[in-house]
């Protein structure tokens, strides 16, 4: 399956299970394979354009990319909560 640009970007992104992660923001690519490396991947904060958190998401971290979705590892979460919880304490 071909993904455009325009359909990849804003597309939703959640694990497994159904928990909301974000939606896809933009990616990396590697210049001599042309192979996407990362998801850039933006979670909103409490007003649009203010606060907004984006997550670096690892290919491999990648389950499925259907038209509807991307859904990733249920450890990706995990991990994010943890950062979050790490910067709270040391904030």
């Given amino acids: 399956m071909i993904i455009k640009h325009n359909d990849l970007i804003g597309l939703p992104v ?3 299970k159904g928990q909301k992660v974000g939606s896809v923001s933009g990616f990396e690519l ?3 394979s042309h192979e996407i490396i990362r998801y850039q991947i933006k979670k909103p904060g409490l007003l649009p354009g ?3 958190k ?3 998401v690892h ?3 990648v389950l499925q990319i259907t038209p509807e979705k991307m859904i990733v590892e249920e450890a990706l979460v995990k991990e994010k909560e943890r950062a979050e919880s790490t910067a709270a304490v040391s904030g």
Avoid: F, R
Wanted: proline fraction near 0%.
């Fill in 14 to 16: 959640e694990t497994k």
């Fill in 59 to 61: 290919k491999n971290q």
């Fill in 54 to 56: 984006h997550l670096l």
């Fill in 30 to 32: 590697e210049a001599n």
């Fill in 50 to 52: 203010i606060m907004n």
